[in-house]
């Protein structure tokens, strides 16, 4: 049951996608640093789109790489914590 629903809002998305793109297919003229370039607006706001995907991702990635590390730190740390502990658990009590 939750399949279908799940596919028929894809299959929603998509149709609206469709339409939006059909309807903003006229050229609009995009300006950049290095030129200028006749593209679909549809084109041009799906290109955005993957653009700051990318660059969101990369971010992302950065600091999930950072915070891996730190959890890789703390692991060794509570290690050699557990090892500190057992070996004083083990030296023999004076009196």
Do not use: H, W
């Not at 028929?8 to 149709?15: F, M």
């Not at 703390?74 to 914590?81: E, F, G, M, Y």
């Amino acid at each position: 049951m939750i399949r279908l629903l799940i596919i028929g809002l894809l299959l929603a998305v998509l149709v609206f996608g469709v339409a939006i793109g059909f309807y903003n297919a006229t050229p609009v003229t995009f300006d950049y640093l290095a030129g200028q370039l006749q593209l679909p607006l549809i084109a041009l706001v799906l290109g955005e789109f993957a653009v700051v995907t990318l660059l969101t991702l990369l971010v992302c990635a950065t600091r999930i790489l950072s915070l891996r590390g730190e959890i890789r730190r703390l692991r060794r740390q509570i290690k050699d914590a557990q090892a500190e502990l057992q070996s004083l658990r083990n030296l023999p009590l004076k009196d």
